[in-house]
């Protein structure tokens, strides 16, 4: 993406967007840390209030990649933390978007990481660790899959089926 801003890949791509080939995640989430505008290869996470597998993807290797958690959009605990956003940074991820909640925002606002969320919870979450990784996951009006691309700023967030180039 190198600067290209989510509203001006949305002029440019008026027909993959017609096509799905770009899609618009619904305006839902809220801005957390120090990386405002971040992109990458997504790797997808389906979990339900319980973050184990979260943090087995999170202690790979990152590699500018955007992790996208289906959290089922509950706001009953987070499932990204300050420890977390931590690792998420020193192991290079581009940002984290979850649907669910985060914590530690103080701590979070100071990685070096992007992070979607839909809002922040004290409460941690369970560690039985259930859940899928790298499968299709609905997120914010938008199916998304391990592979695609995706771009964030202040303006939203997009989804791409390849890498978009200016």
Same mark, same amino acid.
């Given at each position: 993406?190198?600067?290209?801003? =989510?509203? &001006?890949? !949305?002029?440019?791509?008026?027909?993959?967007?017609?096509?799905?080939?770009? +899609?618009?995640?619904?305006?839902?989430?809220? #801005?957390?840390?120090?990386?405002?505008?971040?992109?990458?290869?997504?790797? =997808?996470?389906?979990?339900? &209030?319980?973050?184990?597998?979260? +943090?087995?993807?999170? &202690?790979?290797?990152?590699?500018? @990649?955007?992790?996208?958690?289906d959290g089922g959009g509950s706001?009953r605990c987070a499932l990204l933390?300050?420890?977390? %956003?931590?690792? /998420?940074?020193?192991?290079?991820? /581009?940002?984290?978007?979850?649907?669910? !909640? #985060? +914590? $530690?925002?103080? *701590?979070?606002?100071? !990685?070096? #990481?992007?992070? @979607?969320?839909?809002?922040?919870?004290?409460?941690?979450?369970?560690?039985? %660790?259930?859940? *899928?990784?790298?499968?299709?996951?609905?997120?914010?009006?938008?199916?998304?899959?391990? %592979? *695609?691309?995706?771009?964030?700023? /202040? $303006?939203?967030?997009?989804?791409?089926?390849? &890498?978009?180039?200016?």
């Amino acid at each position: 993406m190198a600067g290209m801003a =989510t509203a &001006e890949i !949305c002029d440019f791509n008026a027909d993959l967007l017609k096509d799905g080939e770009v +899609r618009v995640l619904h305006p839902i989430f809220h #801005i957390y840390g120090r990386r405002r505008t971040f992109s990458g290869q997504i790797v =997808t996470v389906k979990v339900f &209030e319980d973050n184990i597998i979260v +943090r087995e993807l999170i &202690e790979s290797k990152g590699d500018g @990649r955007v992790m996208v958690i289906d959290g089922g959009g509950s706001m009953r605990c987070a499932l990204l933390g300050g420890n977390l %956003g931590q690792i /998420a940074q020193n192991m290079g991820w /581009a940002g984290v978007v979850v649907n669910g !909640c #985060i +914590r $530690d925002v103080d *701590e979070i606002n100071g !990685c070096d #990481i992007g992070v @979607r969320a839909l809002g922040s919870h004290p409460l941690k979450s369970n560690k039985k %660790g259930n859940g *899928e990784k790298h499968g299709p996951v609905y997120v914010a009006g938008a199916l998304i899959r391990d %592979g *695609e691309w995706l771009y964030a700023d /202040a $303006d939203g967030v997009l989804v791409s089926k390849s &890498e978009l180039t200016v």
